[in-house]
Each structure stands twice: as structure tokens, then as C-alpha cells.
């Protein structure tokens, strides 16, 4: 059965950084497209970025330039990373296949705050 996990969030001060984890139980990890989202609250999730399986990525307009995603298909992991976070980024970020499947991890809590 397949199982998301997904850690690394945490309250940062605006321009600070955090990297997101998120590992993937199963054996479809390697060959499928991974992406990571946000949700605020009274809002739908979004897709922030998502990763094909051969590395090639894309990111919503509001994180492109700060964010990046990458994957460890050795170690069924992809990774977020976060650079001068913004107020506005606070969510609970989750990751998922692209496009989603009915899993959802527990998530993980962004807080950008002063």
C-alpha cells in the first residue's frame, strides 16, 4: 500500500529557508511524476511544483525563482526546497503523484512569520 510522509516544516522568519521531505512507500515512486502542494485554510490545495520522473520540473508563478524540487528515486524521496519564504507561503504543503491520487499524507506545516 502506498503511503506518503512528509516532513521538514516549521516556523521560519520571512527570507529564510526550509527543505521539505516527503517519502514514498510503494514501487511506483521511480516511474511516476511526483509534485508537491500547499493548502491554506478556506482555500483548494494547489500545486506549487511537480517533478517527472526523468527530472524535468515546473512550478506554479508564485515560486518560481524560490523553490525547487528534486528527486532520490534511489530512496523513493522528493524534496522541497524553500528559499526566501514570504508571509503568503505559510500552508500546510503535501506531496503527491501528479495528477493527484485519493492519498494524502499527513502534511506538513509552513509558517513564515516575523
Known amino acids: 500500500q502506498v503511503q506518503l510522509v512528509e516532513s521538514g516544516g516549521g516556523l521560519v522568519q520571512p527570507g529564510g529557508s526550509l527543505r521539505l521531505s516527503c517519502v514514498v512507500s510503494?514501487?511506483?515512486?521511480?516511474?511516476?511524476?511526483m509534485g508537491w502542494y500547499r493548502q491554506t485554510p478556506g482555500k483548494q490545495r494547489e500545486l506549487v511544483a511537480r517533478?517527472?520522473?526523468?527530472?524535468?520540473?515546473n512550478y506554479a508563478d508564485s515560486v518560481k525563482g524560490r523553490f525547487t524540487i528534486s528527486r532520490d528515486n534511489a530512496k523513493n524521496t522528493v524534496y522541497l526546497q524553500m528559499n526566501s519564504l514570504k508571509p503568503e507561503d505559510t500552508a500546510v504543503y503535501y506531496c503527491?503523484?501528479?495528477?493527484?491520487?485519493?492519498?494524502w499524507g499527513q502534511g506538513t506545516q509552513v509558517t513564515v512569520s516575523s
Open positions: 517533478i517527472t520522473n526523468g527530472g524535468t520540473t
Open positions: 503527491n503523484f501528479y495528477p493527484v491520487s485519493g492519498l
Open positions: 510503494g514501487n511506483i515512486f521511480s516511474r511516476s511524476v
